[in-house]
């Protein structure tokens, strides 16, 4: 069973910066695709952004333009860049994989691990 162990959270002011990172405890570079998503008090999980193995990515409107997810195949390690941060932003942090389009659908995955926290506050 793979394991996850995301990194990186922090309290930040609005327009700041932070870069998340997902340790894989398996090998990645034949994992179809990696993701991240977020998880804010009282609403659902939701996809933030995935990167399929041949480097194509997709992001959630609400991020276009101010996330970029990256993986780094020899370091079993995924990334989340995350620029422009706003108070909404505010969340717990996770990262999943899977071997098929069912990385788009939280719901349907399993092994996540404990989360970061980001939190956008002044």
């Known amino acids: 069973q793979v394991q996850l162990v995301e990194s990186g959270g922090n309290l930040v002011q609005p327009g700041g910066s932070l870069r998340l990172s997902c340790a894989v405890s398996t090998s990645i570079i034949n994992i179809y695709a990696l993701g991240w998503y977020r998880q804010a008090p009282g609403k659902r999980r939701e996809l933030v952004a995935a990167i399929i193995r041949g480097g194509d990515t997709n992001y959630a409107d609400s991020v276009k333009g101010r996330f970029t997810i990256s993986r780094d195949n020899a370091k079993n390690t995924v990334y989340l860049q995350m620029n422009s941060l706003k108070p909404e932003d505010t969340a717990v942090y996770y990262c999943?994989?899977?071997?098929?389009?069912?990385?788009?659908?939280?719901?349907?995955?399993?092994?996540w691990g404990q989360g970061t926290q980001v939190t956008v506050s002044s």
């Open positions: 999943n994989c899977a071997q098929d389009g069912t990385i788009y659908y939280p719901s349907l995955l399993h092994s």
